[in-house]
């Protein structure tokens, strides 16, 4: 047994008034975010200001804008409570948590790891905010009773029974996307019993005629989503784009996009699951290469590009990443650099870059008949393995 993070996430059904409370909730967190934001904004400006007025020589004072900080716009919160007395309605823990994001998304713009933190829109199509968990006698501030989950401010909401949820509450992210309602709980100390061992290895190439193909010869066929409906997809964004912006008309068609791309994602989501369930099932180790996708997107010269961003590998990689985690096996990630299509797998002999379009060829110096993908998988897996002793 082993203790893990997991998230569930469930479909909710809120009443009338408790959507009204969502609504106001995800509209209070992005003010005080944007409120937040610019804030700091101006301090920027101030600064860009002495900056220019030094270079022109007017001005010879020192000026620097305060790094944002977390602890003192966390408490500037009650502050604006005084002035926008609206902010008491909803729960104080979603503002707080609102505030951590802003903070995440400056502490990742002064490492030079993104952009600037931009300001949230209402128009963004997925809205959502975080609930804390907070022990209370009855039992926490996010409970699951029965039929319900129970959070702090909007009260029982009715969900869609899967699984139970195991393990520790730490927050519940409350999300509305195309007009559902969703509920997501992230729980600390779930326990997994791991998978028995099989003491089989394999290597993984991933493709593009087929997802990927594995180093014992099978190969995973890739499921089209997304060109299977692509064509009603097209049909649904001309309907949209012929309606009058804003309009009622308008913001049915979208919710009809918006539906169709969700199903589109969600069959993917689907078809990884089992696909890397079973793989981390059957196999201990399992070796994959390091994919630069956005490389590949270059070298598609054949409108394979919608394609590509189809076949999920990074969700792939990351879903074998947790996984083998979970359950006990051990993944794997070999350089991408590494020639493992160049390479014979039976006697290791060398011979050079080969063009994407040679499926097949006769290695020059054992003879033996190479199978372009299936040669590659077993390299990777040589590899993958090779690089655990080292
Ligand atoms: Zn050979």
């Known amino acids: 047994m082993k203790e893990i993070y997991r998230a569930y996430k469930y479909r909710i059904y809120p009443n009338k008034a408790q959507k009204e409370l969502i609504n106001k909730t995800f509209g209070c967190c992005r003010f005080v975010y944007n409120f937040c934001r610019a804030e700091q904004k101006k301090q920027e400006d101030m600064w860009q200001l002495v900056k220019e007025m030094q270079q022109q020589g007017y001005c010879f004072n020192d000026y620097k804008s305060k790094f944002f900080n977390r602890f003192e716009n966390i408490k500037f919160i009650t502050e604006l409570k005084k002035t926008y007395t609206w902010l008491k309605e909803v729960d104080n823990t979603a503002l707080q948590s609102s505030v951590e994001n802003l903070a995440k998304a ?27 968990y907070n022990k209370t006698n009855s039992g926490g501030t996010i409970r699951v009773i029965g039929n319900y989950i129970r959070v702090a ?17 730490v927050n519940a992210v409350i999300s509305k996307e195309n007009n559902k309602y969703y509920i ?6 779930v ?37 299977n ?64 996708v956005s490389k590949m997107k270059e070298t598609d010269k054949n409108g394979r590009n919608k394609r590509i961003s189809d076949l999920g590998f990074y969700e792939f990689r990351r879903q074998l990443q947790y996984k ?24 290791g002999h060398r011979s050079g ?21 299936t040669n590659a998988s077993i390299n990777i897996l040589k590899e993958g393995l090779r690089m655990l002793t080292v």
């Open 184 to 189: 997501s709980l992230n729980c600390k100390n």
């Open 153 to 169: 401010k909007v009260g029982s909401l009715k969900f869609r029974d899967k699984s139970r949820p195991m393990g520790q509450i």
């Open 229 to 292: 409906q692509e064509e009603n997809l097209d049909r649904l964004q001309r309907q949209l784009s012929r309606k009058q912006i804003g309009s009622n008309r308008w913001r049915k068609a979208k919710i009809k996009v918006g539906k169709l791309q969700t199903h589109i994602a969600n069959q993917r989501k689907d078809f990884l699951q089992k696909l890397t369930t079973n793989i981390v099932k059957q196999f201990d180790t399992i070796c994959i290469e390091d994919l630069e």
């Open 353 to 373: 870059k080969k063009d994407e379009t040679i499926r097949e060829w006769i290695c020059e110096n054992c003879g033996t008949k190479l199978d372009r993908d």
């Open 324 to 347: 083998c985690e979970w359950y006990g096996k051990i993944l794997s990630v070999i350089n991408r650099y590494y020639p493992s299509s160049q390479i014979c797998n039976c006697c």
């Open 191 to 227: 326990l997994v019993q791991e998978f028995e061992k099989t003491n089989k290895n394999i290597g993984i190439d991933l493709g593009i005629c087929d997802f990927a193909i594995l180093s014992n010869g099978i190969k995973i066929s890739n499921k089209k989503f997304y060109e």
């Open 106 to 132: 400056y502490d990742k713009y002064y490492k030079k790891q993104g952009g600037k933190p931009k300001f949230k829109s209402k128009k963004n199509p997925v809205q959502s905010y975080i609930t804390k």
